[in-house]
């Protein structure tokens, strides 16, 4: 990653211009990405990918295109630019589009401050297999695992700059490091499988592998035997590994997108109450050392800490400045794009209130019930919130996990799951969705 971006998007816009455009912007991501995947202690696979990826968006009065490229030599940077305008002439209208106007352009931050690139851990190949075989081993050697499906380590690490024709310059790099393994309990049609992933954007804050696949292995033998629960109505409890599912949802829910579509169970939400009194939903781009930390939005407008929910009651939209215009608002800084496409509104770091009691004290509160740890499958209604998924987990009663639990299925309506929601306090603080496991009240299982 030696480019010289700003040189290069310059070069970019001025191409844009010559073309006829009216306005552009350019994003640049330059990458490498190294995965390491071991099988039965040797060598599976080995990948390692790395390129320059250019997108231009052009104007012309209120049309737009995108075209994207990885070459950055001047003929083909010069065809983008052509290419793109004459795209944009031939365009459909959009009344909202465009770009920032300067003085709604983020103007100071300091990339330092988010911690996003651990520029001295440098992860060779061979290092990196080592850890992932030594995941496959010490899941192995748990009792009753039969075999490790896949164990993997990988690193990437990402440097992305935005310019456009209003004056915005901004960069920042950012790093991951991860370790997954997927262990499997039992044989032929008696199998169950379970996984463990981490990933870091520091690799000193990455567990060790041996942790990893201790825990991969535990959790294929704890599901190992299971059976469908009753049907009937339960209460649930969702683990944290799958907690943030549900707020997922939410988010959805409130995204700009959704709400100028009319596709939305929450469109007319704002300023109700849709979460227990007491709790609040944060976004707080500025986390150190979180993935969806950013100095600033894909759009190059300010990001800054909001209250999506504050004491249960819904506070706002999710925008970008298209839909913001759309809705007569302002936009939040939740610009999202890849090269090849344009911005449009996406939630970032989210941390929900968590509660006082451990997971293990909910376990006991619900007295007979379902813990669920894994989610299959879908059937959400974005217009009216019914909600339908496939699960499996563990079988609660008298407040005790008594047996592991498959092929059932969860039902209910997510303005009523929502509204009833105890939080845990078991949210974990480096994942950019900090949702503790959620405890509601009743929903319809159909098992057995």
Known sequence: MTHDFQALSNRVL???ANAGADASDVLLVDGTNTTIEVRAGALEHAERSEGLDIGLRVFKGKRQAIVSVSDSSDHT???MAERAVAM???APEDPYCGLPDPDQLARSWDVSQLELADNSAKRTPKQMQET???AEAT??????VTKVQAASSGCSDTRIHLAASNGFQGEYQRTSFSTTCVAIAGEGLQMERDYCGEGRAHFTDLPNPEKIGQLAGERAIAKFGASKPPTGHYPVLFDERVSSTLIGHLLAAINGASII???SWLKDALGEQILPTGIDLIENPHRPRVSGSKPFDAEGMPVAMRTVIQNGTLTGWT????TAKQLGMKSTGNASRGVGSAPSPASGNITLTGGTKTRDQLIAQMGTGLLVTGLIGSTISPTTGDYSRGANGFWVENGEIIRPVNECTIASNLNTMLKGLVAANDGRAHLSRVIPSLLLESMT????
């Open 77 to 79: 940077i010069s065809q």
């Open 88 to 90: 944009a002439s031939q």
């Open 139 to 144: 899941a192995l050697a748990v009792s009753g």
């Open 132 to 134: 992932a075989q030594i």
């Open 14 to 16: 001025k191409a844009a």
């Open 445 to 448: 299982i159909a098992g057995a």
């Open 319 to 322: 925008l970008d400045l298209t």
């Open 261 to 263: 579509r009319g596709s």
